[in-house]
């Protein structure tokens, strides 16, 4: 068997413009006080790299800016079998959306395998590989572990939540990083379908969630029913000057009026099953508690999460 094991890996602390990424960071000093930090790198895959470069082991683990791991995840050992490719492949955890109470790898912890990752060529250094110009999980090697050590905060302020639900709006609505023809979007994954279907949903019940209830609406919208050029989700530059020019204009008044208004686009454009209105407040704390989410391997039913 091979073993990885947390605490041989550097970890590193990767945040950008998080408006919580300081109060995070010293949370996570509070438990790893030996992490590092990459900060403010624009593009993701150049970032990625920066932590590889400060890493001086073969494996390092990355913490995003609003993520804050728990206390028991520095002390995991994991064993795999002997044909893993463990040198290629990035090991990777559920993260537990405070907005919709999702588990899945979105924000989630990665360890990653520093080789590697130096010489990937992803989003803004993809070029023409439809599979990494948005996203890493479609071109490289995931091994997905169905256990939940970290808490995903995206909703500081209404901005962060509005581009959180954004960026999944768009990529939950692409198959391996391609667009969808409204006939076959219907088609993909069930268990993607689900995810994208609770972002439109669910999130009244918490500071800011609205914010992200819109802009998943929203990524979703641009995405199937225009011509917008949905590559530019990876760009975060971009989308800060979309939320600057465009969004903060709405004000909290005019939000649910502007949420309606897509749900009812969403429903007659693309058939899908959701309401005009999102959840309200007790019933997304409602969906929150029986909501089972499901497993990310075949050996288990749903994703282990202790608390």
Known sequence: MKKVKIVDCDI??????????????????????????????????SAHKACARLSDTDRFVTVDGDNRIRQDFINQVLDFEEHEDLENSVISWCGKNAING????????????????????????????VAAQVDFCWDLNYIQQNSCYSDVYNN??????WRAGFREGVKMALDRGAKLTKEDFLKGHWKNLHRLWIW?????????????????????????????????????????????????????????????GLGETLKHELGIPIATDPLDEDQSKFFKT??????????????????
Not at 106 to 119: A, D, F, I, Q, S
């Open 156 to 161: 500081e302020i209404p901005h962060q939540a």
């Open 102 to 129: 999702l588990l899945y790898g979105n924000g989630g912890l990665k360890c990653w395998p520093k080789e590697h990752v130096l010489r990937m060529k992803t989003h803004e250094n993809a070029g023409d590989n």
């Open 12 to 45: 590193i602390y990767l945040s950008y413009d998080e408006p919580n990424a300081e109060k995070n960071y010293a949370d996570l000093l509070t438990k790893v006080p030996w992490a590092k930090r990459v900060h403010g790198v624009e593009g993701s895959d």
């Open 200 to 260: 439109l949903m669910v999130g009244a019940d918490v500071e800011n969630g609205l914010w992200a209830i819109y802009g998943a609406r929203e990524g979703l919208y641009k995405t199937m029913c225009s011509d917008w050029d949905y590559v530019n989700v990876r760009d975060f530059e971009y989308l800060n000057s979309m939320w600057n020019e465009t969004y903060s204009k709405i004000t909290e008044e005019m939000l649910p009026y502007e949420i309606m």
């Open 290 to 307: 029986v909501y089972q989410n499901p497993s990310r391997n075949s050996n288990e039913q749903f994703v282990i999460d202790p608390e």
